[in-house]
């Protein structure tokens, strides 16, 4: 029925009249994680404990080297030896550079000259000092005045020579501590070098599969390209069939509603033709009774009582009064005067082809998938071929060939460093000795004040005179005065030993490791022009023979150190640029197959075969206000139905009410009482089934439809037309963001390949480390080492001085004289 179809319809999905009509943005696509190794080296070097005594060196060499690192000394000086400033170098005298150099050595040259004249002085003090005391001066003549205050001048020297002692011990055993942690560091530069080495092969080994994981994850682009190509229908012609849907849907919507019209329409005649049917039958047996009725009170008025000339005047004037009334004895509504409303209506094949339209419509994605299938192979095909050439990208840059021999160039490195290790060890260990015996040197000058002190004080007798004291006092005096020997033979030795040891060392501290740490050695090595003259940057230059390229020593380190990939970090992209790889590999291909197929063959997607309402159905519409329905004279029906069927005979039957009493009441009475069963069994019906509120609905149905009809077909034809002819815009529009979401997967893909070779393929944190393994082994290891050696020695070596002072005035008050003073009395 008709009912059942519109409620069909009304199950017909709508479109979404607030769908995003922008770009349709790719989704994202999950390329994992680029598989990476484990570098085992930490380049960090905590020194522990003796990390003390490096800050104390540190802090005292910025005391004699408080100036800035000289960098335009330097570079002038590189660029001198280079031979890239002639003309330059020319306008600056030797004496400048001679004087800046002086000025920035000035605190290493007040030292080592302090030292110079400490090794020079000494052993002339010393030869003078024993040529004094075999002359008995200088403390050599074996006499010892009597003072009041002996005591105390004793007890105050052997105190002042016993902290004095105890402050070179502290000496030597930090120049001890600083010799064993050397040796202890040396021992580890073989774990630090083959942990080094190890990571430089995981590099090596890791990188081409690394490539190999970024050629692997075009299949994620390639496999969604597919499912998109393949659900084109969905995807395409679904977001076409929407923007139409919109347009089209309003006017097939009218004729829905249209449709739901006819069908209150047919409702509201079938109505009233089954009222009009039962009106017309009762109004035939009506007007049958009503005769009959009519008839036998006609002849019961021809009664003698109604004509008897001694009847009185009342029953005579009742008898004629009823007869007058005898003619309202018949129907009141005459329908033989209305016109038949029984009109055919053709609801359920307007149904039929609105449900045709609706097929149409929705067939849009069914259509787009059949007119696009030579494309989506075409497609397909594009896209096997562009991974087969992406496939071949390992092949157009030899990362294989390169990695092997930067693998052989490690085990031959490697090698060679293994051959160097027995040479190395011996080197340290006779560094170790020569130490050792630097430091035994100081130990045996303490041994024999410790000694000295030892004797005297425990031999000491405050009783004994001068020439009495016992053995073990005057032992204690001639250790104090060996100590003394001793410290004249080794002092200069020492001192020339720790100036030599301070100048290599402090200077390589404050020209090596402190600018690496604040990465001024950086700006020296990356001058612009320093080591050719044609060259800006060194490295490109070198390498790419392109020295405008920004690649430095110092950007070089940096991008490592944060373990980013060597192909930034060297800007390989010199070499091969995978950008442009790609993006002819890939997006120029697919713009060109675009370009030439979407936008000539999908912009030309046939929508004619899409009708939403076939002639028949406008014809429909057409006929149907044509039925005649505007031609119905509604006011004859409401004229009709309108009137009072309650008065038919009911005047007849009030006369009758007031009939005399005779024979004649008797009959009046039985023809009241038919008149009332007629009323009560033919009239009261009649009225129940009046087609008045029918008619109504009718009348206002049609005074609804009759100007919406030709505004139905109007909107049915406008839609029409944009469907076949002015769809061209839309179709452009949708296939654009279409072939955008195709090749913005792959834009994703290079985009992921960019970032994936600059962060995580062949990171070379590795070639930083080495750098800081380096540094670890030159300066936290030998450097640091060394100077805290030397300030540990130093200091002890300057300490014999007053060690000697003390220790040959002390003698004098532990050994025994020869002769004393006497006192008479």
């Known amino acids: 029925s008709c009912g059942t179809l519109l409620s069909v319809f009304s199950l017909f999905p709508h479109s979404d009249n607030n769908q995003d009509s922008g770009q349709s943005p790719s989704r994202k696509l999950n390329f994992g994680y680029v ?123 052997g105190t002042l020579l016993f902290s004095t002692s105890l402050v070179i011990t502290i000496g030597v055993l930090c120049a001890y501590a600083a010799n064993q942690n050397l ?23 890791d990188t081409p599969m690394q490539i190999e994981y970024l050629i692997s994850q075009y299949a994620t682009a390639k496999n969604k390209v597919i499912y998109d190509l393949d659900n084109i229908g969905p995807l395409l012609g679904g977001r076409i069939h929407d923007q139409l849907d919109k347009e089209v849907r309003p006017a097939l919507d009218q004729v829905l509603n249209m449709a739901g019209a006819m069908r209150e329409t047919k409702e509201a005649l079938e109505s009233v033709n089954a009222s009009l049917e039962v009106l017309q039958d009762g109004t035939g047996k009506l ?130 460093i293994e051959d160097y290790y027995p040479e190395i060890d011996k080197m340290d260990f006779y560094r170790w000795i020569g130490c050792i015996a630097l430091c035994c040197m100081v130990v045996l000058v303490l041994a024999f004040n410790y000694l000295g002190l030892l004797c005297g004080t425990l031999g000491y007798d405050k009783h004994a005179s001068p020439t009495t004291r016992g053995c073990i006092s005057n032992t204690g005096g001639t250790m104090l005065m060996a100590g003394v020997g001793f410290s004249f033979l080794f002092s200069w030795v020492l001192m020339g030993v720790v100036t030599i040891i301070f100048l290599a060392g402090g200077n390589m501290e404050k020209l090596v490791c402190e600018p690496f740490h604040t990465k001024e050695l950086f700006k020296v090595v990356d001058t612009p022009y320093m080591i050719n003259p044609e060259w800006k940057n060194f490295i490109p230059g070198y390498m790419y023979n392109d020295s ?24 390989l992209d010199k ?115 009046m087609v008045m509120p029918y008619c109504v609905s009718l009348f206002t149905i049609e005074i609804a439809i009759s100007n919406k009809i030709l505004a139905v077909l109007d909107a049915i034809k406008a839609a029409q037309f944009l469907i076949s002819q002015n769809a061209t815009h839309l179709i452009n529009r949708e296939s654009r963001k279409y072939t955008n979401t195709i090749i913005g997967y792959f834009h994703q893909y290079i985009e992921w390949v960019k970032t994936s070779l600059a962060m995580e393929v062949a990171p070379c944190k590795p070639f930083s480390n080495m750098v800081d393994t380096a540094e670890i082994m030159a300066c936290s290891f030998v450097v640091d080492s060394m100077n805290t050696f ?30 004393e003073d006497v006192y008479d009395e």
């Not at 404990?49 to 960098?71: E, R």
């Not at 009109?343 to 849009?364: A, H, I, P, R, Y």
């Open 548 to 571: 405008e390229l920004k690649l430095t020593t110092e950007s070089l380190y940096s991008t490592c150190k944060k373990n980013q990939g060597i192909y930034s970090a060297m800007h």
């Open 35 to 157: 598989p990476a190794g484990v570098y085992e080296t930490l380049a960090h070097y905590e020194p522990g404990p003796i990390g003390i005594l490096f800050h104390m060196v540190h802090a005292f060499l910025y005391a004699v080297q408080p100036n800035a690192f000289p960098h335009d000394l330097i570079v002038k000086l590189a660029k001198d030896k280079f031979g890239a400033i002639q003309t330059e170098y020319q306008k600056v005298t030797e004496c400048v550079l001679v004087c800046v150099a002086i000025y920035y050595e000035i605190g290493f040259l007040v030292c080592a000259a302090v030292g110079l004249l400490f090794t020079i002085l000494m052993p002339i003090a010393g030869l003078f000092f024993c040529m004094c005391r075999c002359c008995d001066n200088c403390g050599g003549e074996m006499h010892q005045r009597q003072r009041k205050n002996a005591d105390c001048r004793r007890g105050l020297l």
């Open 287 to 416: 007007s049958l009774n009503l005769g009959q009725v009519r008839t036998s009170i006609n002849h019961t008025l021809n009664d003698t009582d109604c004509h008897d000339e001694d009847s009185d005047a009342t029953t005579a004037q009742l008898c004629r009064n009823i007869r007058q009334s005898l003619s309202q004895l018949q129907i009141s509504s005459n329908f033989t005067r209305v016109q038949n409303c029984n009109c055919e209506t053709w609801c359920s094949f307007l149904f039929f082809l609105l449900s045709q339209g609706f097929s149409s419509l929705n067939d849009t994605p069914h259509m787009v998938i059949e007119q696009t299938r030579s494309v989506v192979e075409s497609v397909t095909n594009l896209v096997d071929s562009i991974g087969n050439n992406i496939s071949s990208f390992s092949k157009a840059f030899p990362v294989q060939s390169c990695l092997s021999n930067f693998t052989i160039f490690i085990n031959h490195v490697h090698a060679k």
């Open 790 to 819: 030397w300030m540990g020695l130093g200091c002890s070596t300057l300490l014999l001085l007053p060690s000697i002072i003390l220790a040959v005035k002390l003698a004098k008050y532990y050994r025994r004289m020869d002769t």
């Open 183 to 205: 040796s202890s560091q040396v021992k580890n530069v073989r774990r630090l070098v083959n942990s080094n080495m190890r990571d430089l092969h995981t590099f090596a080994n």
């Open 575 to 689: 070499v091969f640029n995978i950008s442009s790889y790609l993006n002819t590999t890939v997006v120029s291909n697919l713009y060109v197959l675009c370009c030439s197929y979407y936008y000539d063959r999908i912009l030309k997607i046939d929508l004619r075969g899409i009708i939403l309402l076939e002639a028949e159905g406008r014809q429909n519409l057409l006929d149907f206000s044509e039925a005649g329905l505007s031609e119905i004279n509604y006011a004859d029906y409401l004229e009709e139905v309108t009137h009072q069927h309650k008065h038919t005979g009911m005047n007849c039957v009030v006369v009758c009410a007031f009939q005399p009493k005779s024979n004649l009441q008797s009959a009046l009475k039985g023809h009241v009482s038919t008149l009332r069963q007629i009323h009560r069994q033919q009239i009261v019906p009649m009225e129940q089934s």
